[in-house]
């Protein structure tokens, strides 16, 4: 963990509820699938946020608006803000075989874009399965498709693309599953994919850096918390609440 300032250079909406904040600073060893905790003025608590890209000195944000603290960062422009930065574990892509498959739902969708384009620097061919609500709801596909990637959305309302879930798009050849997403869309993945993954978890957290313990899961070698020893969790350590 590092603490960092930066410079916001850039925050606009990408629809009614998504944003996205581009600061520019010290980026140096931020990984895919970690997230950074931003000190918003007149608020005790941090909030965390899994980063989506970081290219040179540009690290960018995607945020849905949600409470307080992120209808405040929604408006923020053009001013320094400090970041605790290299928060989690982020993924492997070691383990991803050939043929690696992501699939993000709503806010999770970020994160896997800098997985994606780290994939495919490697000579990875790479599937992405984006789920939302509707239509209005999607961001980010033609980014994903302009890396290279193999895009599919699908849209609980048919509105967009597949109509259903994420696990409704999964007909297709792949090696290992990326994901991110709500804990009940992790869920019917698990049950769905024909391989081994790893599962990006959403938690409300406190620190966000494994001082408070209130963000710990249980898994089959004992406790862990989302913050420090997650994130990001192999499907083979998930244990689920009945």
């Known amino acids: ?3 960092r300032i930066f410079k916001i250079k850039e925050n606009i909406a990408l629809n009614k509820s998504i944003m996205k904040m581009v600061l520019t600073g010290d980026t140096e060893d931020i990984k895919c699938g970690q997230f950074v905790n931003l000190q918003i003025s007149g608020l005790y608590l941090r909030r965390p946020i899994s980063v989506c890209d970081c290219v040179g000195d540009e690290l960018t944000l995607i945020y849905k608006i949600v409470g307080k603290g992120t209808e405040m960062m929604s408006k923020m422009q053009d001013e320094e803000i400090d970041v605790l930065t290299e928060l989690g574990n982020g993924y492997d892509t070691s383990l991803s075989g050939d043929r690696p498959l992501l699939v993000g739902g709503g806010v999770g969708v970020p994160p ?13 061919k790479v599937s992405v399965i984006l789920g939302f609500n509707t239509k209005d709801e999607i961001f980010y596909e033609d980014e994903f498709k302009a890396l290279g990637a193999d895009v599919q959305v699908t849209t609980v309302d048919g509105s967009y693309g597949v109509k259903g879930f994420v696990t409704d798009a999964m007909d297709m050849d792949y090696s290992y599953t990326y994901s991110c997403g709500p804990e009940p869309m ?4 698990y049950k769905a994919s024909k391989t081994s993954g790893q599962y990006s ?12 313990m209130g963000c710990s899961c ?7 918390r ?3 020893e997650g994130p990001v969790l192999c499907k083979e350590e998930i244990l689920w609440e009945a």
């Open 186 to 189: 992790l869920k019917a993945l």
């Open 201 to 212: 978890f959403e938690e409300r957290m406190g620190c966000g850096f494994g001082a408070c």
């Open 226 to 228: 989302i913050c420090k």
């Open 112 to 124: 896997l874009y800098m997985l994606a384009k780290t994939l495919i620097s490697e000579g990875k």
């Open 218 to 224: 249980k898994t089959v070698t004992g406790y862990k």
């Open 1 to 3: 963990m590092k603490q």
